[in-house]
Every structure is written in structure tokens, then in C-alpha cells.
């Protein structure tokens, strides 16, 4: 997998747009950009991915840098059960089938505030 | 569609025991992985399964075996737990889309 780099932490105040950064800078032309997140100890629920074009569905958008080194995911209108870890991950394919090896770093940990 | 059931959902071991965790699906995926996930970390991979009949390791794979029983249900056996495997272990599957489906997890403590 490509290594990704998130910030440990990050505050956004509810309703507000919150704005989650991502540095994917050894990512490969074949590698999407995937984001995932964990509520409070739940099993990681996916979000949204994509490859180098921007991308929206009803839950966020995800804006990849043109050179696809950087991402930023997008909660135009937080609320306070978005409060979650947020995982930035690239997969890649593997030689032994089509199972990608999804490894999770450590995430942003969002917190919305009231 | 239950998704992807883990059972059990907690279990407490003494040290040398062992234990199978098991993952069924129902939404007839492919590929199947177990992840640990340590207080305050990130998932890591112990073993995953592409198809049915094929397994590879992961990250952290020692003090683990695993089974694609069949298309359906992927086990992580413990054959002799240590304190080092107290942790939540998490199951998932997918298919060829980019979105992977977990459990609840299965909150295990060695003592």
C-alpha cells in the first residue's frame, strides 16, 4: 500500500463544513484514494474513493490534488455523529488474487463540537 | 442481509487456552480479512483470504491460523492465547468494489 499521512487530530465546530487532509505522496497511478471511518469502537464503515477525479456522494466529497499526492475529504455540514476516526487509505492489488490489502494507519480523530 | 456476523462478541481467556472467532457473510464476497485493533490504534491486518481455498498473511499474522471454511465463513483460531492478544478483533468482506464491510467486532481479554 501506499504510505498516507493524516493529522492525529482535528476539531470542527457543528454545522460547519469539516475538512480532513490527506498526503498520499508515494501513490501509484493504479492506486485510489479510499476513506473509511470509526465510530467509537464500531467496525470502520466506508465512506468514499476515488482515483484522480473529485468525487461526491451523500456523504462526503473527496478533492484529489491534480499530481493525485494529496486528498482532502469533505463533511460539508458536521454533526455531532461525525465524531469518528477517519483512515486515508491507498490499496493496492495483490499477486495472489483480487483481495487488496487494506492497512490502516492511525487516522484522523475528528470531533465535532457543539 | 445480516452483512458480516462475528461471534462471539466478547470472551475472556486465561494465557495457553485457545479459541476460534468466527466470521460468516451473506452478500457472497470474495475476499475476507481479520484485523486486530490495540486501545488507541489503527487496524492491522493479521490474515486475509482472497477466495475461497486461499489465505495470506498480513501484517501481523504469528500466534494465528486461519480457515476459509468456505465461501461464506472466514475463522481465526488462537491456538495458545498470550496477554500480547487482548485486543478487539475485527472481520470483513468485499467484493470487487472498493467498499469493505465489518463486524461488531469481538472484544477478547487474556489473563
Known amino acids: 500500500d501506499a504510505k498516507t499521512t493524516q493529522p492525529p487530530s482535528m476539531d470542527c465546530a457543528e454545522g460547519r463544513a469539516a475538512n480532513l487532509p490527506c498526503n498520499h505522496s508515494?501513490?501509484?497511478?493504479?492506486?485510489?484514494v479510499y476513506w473509511y471511518r470509526q465510530i467509537h469502537s464500531q467496525g470502520p464503515q466506508y465512506i468514499i474513493h476515488?482515483?484522480?477525479n473529485n468525487e461526491t456522494n451523500e456523504m462526503a466529497s473527496l478533492i484529489i490534488t491534480e499530481d493525485r499526492k494529496s486528498s482532502t475529504l469533505i463533511l460539508p455540514h458536521a454533526t455531532l455523529r461525525d465524531t469518528a476516526v477517519y483512515y486515508c487509505?491507498?490499496?493496492?492489488?495483490?499477486?495472489?488474487?483480487?483481495?487488496?490489502?487494506?492497512?490502516f494507519g492511525s487516522g484522523t480523530q475528528l470531533t465535532v463540537l457543539p | 442481509n445480516a452483512g458480516v456476523t462475528q461471534t462471539p462478541k466478547f470472551q475472556v481467556l486465561k494465557t495457553g487456552q485457545s479459541m476460534t472467532l468466527q466470521c460468516a457473510q451473506d452478500m457472497n464476497h470474495n475476499s475476507m480479512y481479520w484485523y486486530r485493533q490495540d486501545p488507541g490504534m489503527g487496524l492491522r491486518l493479521i490474515y486475509y483470504s482472497a477466495s475461497e481455498g486461499t489465505t495470506d498473511k498480513g501484517e501481523v499474522p504469528n500466534g494465528y491460523n486461519v480457515s476459509r471454511l468456505n465461501k461464506r465463513e472466514f475463522s481465526l483460531r488462537l491456538e495458545s492465547a498470550a496477554p500480547s492478544q487482548t485486543s478487539v478483533y475485527f472481520c470483513?468482506?468485499?467484493?470487487?468494489?472498493?467498499?469493505?464491510?465489518f463486524g461488531q467486532g469481538t472484544r477478547l481479554t487474556v489473563v
Open positions: 487509505i491507498a490499496p493496492t492489488y495483490i499477486s495472489s488474487g483480487s483481495a487488496r490489502q487494506l492497512t
Open positions: 476515488g482515483l484522480k
Open positions: 470483513a468482506s468485499r467484493r470487487e468494489s472498493p467498499e469493505a464491510f
Open positions: 508515494t501513490i501509484s497511478g493504479n492506486e485510489y
